[in-house]
């Protein structure tokens, strides 16, 4: 199916009239919303009809129960949110081999599938749409949790030091290169967690591909160092998103399955090179044939960067032509700008709907925000 067929500004109409006969989806106000950019429905495709372009953006909570699946609390967490156009969970992981935080559940075993359960049960119940969010952390996994060592294109460390664990400080660790033999296994714990989520009651999952984790590990030519069949060329270094995507396509089919992306690196010590943007360009125009939902910009500020003219939204806008999520430091008013603008077709917010569950219907009312302060995430409401 081609994605322009689906471009959302062309399906808005068909989006309001599917709507309109959906009853599962709340009115929260009569008023007209300050921010009513971010009040228009959207089809995405597949019978996913978003009634509004606020998105949850992923936020890692670590409160994973103690086999790794997710807490108690999160149903609730989720039900809170559900009046978003999109929920994406926290950074679920494909393998506990992967683990490099604290307490980050996972969808790696049948175990993870119930909980996920009561999660997506109660957001449907409240007539919302959640994805999940697939993680492997290539080189920033730690052996503290991973009980191996960490694994990645090639032997490149990270060195800045990344967390905490029981009052203990951990650095991260030399990974060891991926043998070419082991990645079909790599490549199929991401379509056995995508099987999971829709055995969990999913709408889709996300692929984490952003943020300096294996996915962009294998893209850049900072951590991509291989001569082999996955690196050592533009192609060699697009492979592995690649079949991460189609494994996932498989298991889900057309328009429920996101990409998230960092075509500047952010996080971490990942670094840009010349070269990088050719390859995220390569990847984007090999995506434009795939069904996918969407592609999501990873970046903690959306900023304009020279090295990618312009800002990370910028750069994927241009070569994306699909549905893209904006993300980055956004407020309701750039959200309001760059909606109206078109520079992208959704928005999702991460610290501000930590910080304010409630976030939609104040957007709607133009209520004001609570402001969101690192304190906050030790709040789980
Ligand atoms: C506490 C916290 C946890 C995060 N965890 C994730 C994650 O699990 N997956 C991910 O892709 N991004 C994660 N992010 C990044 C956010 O999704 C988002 O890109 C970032 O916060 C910028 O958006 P914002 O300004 O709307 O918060 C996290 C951010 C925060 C603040």
Known sequence: MNVRAQHPHRSIKAAESQLSACCTISRMSAQPSPYAALFH??????????????????CTRNRATADLGPSEGAADYYAARAEAGLLITEAVLVTRQA????????????SHVPGWARVCDAVHARGGRIFAQLWHTGRIAHSHWARVQPVAPSAVLDPILRRQAGGVELYNEMPRALEASEMAGVIDLFAQAA??????????VEIHGANGYLIEQ?????????????????????????????????????HRVGLRLSPFPDFGEMRWTAGDNETYIALLQALSSLPLA???????????????????????????????????????????????????DLISFGRLFI???????????????????????????
Not at 41 to 58: K, W
């Open 41 to 58: 429905p959207l089809d995405l495709g597949s019978g996913l009809v978003l009634p509004n372009r606020v998105v949850l953006a992923p």
């Open 99 to 110: 683990q490099g935080y604290l307490d980050t559940p996972g969808l790696f075993a049948d």
């Open 195 to 204: 099987s999971r989520a829709r055995a969990a009651g999913f709408d889709g």
């Open 218 to 254: 294998f893209l850049r030519q900072h951590t991509n160092r291989r001569d082999d069949a996955w690196g050592g060329s533009l192609q060699g270094r697009l492979r592995f998103a690649l079949a991460v995507v189609q494994a996932c396509l498989n298991e889900w089919g057309p």
């Open 294 to 344: 969407y592609v999501h910009t990873g970046i903690t500020q959306d900023l304009p960067r020279a090295e990618i003219d312009g800002t990370p939204s910028q750069f994927l806008r241009r070569h994306w032509p699909g549905v893209l999520i904006g993300n980055g430091g956004h407020n309701p008013q750039t959200g309001q700008a760059h909606l109206s603008a078109r520079d992208f």
């Open 355 to 381: 910080a304010n569950p409630d976030l939609v219907a104040r957007l709607q009312q133009g209520q004001p925000l609570r402001d969101y302060h690192h304190d906050l995430v030790k709040e789980f409401r």
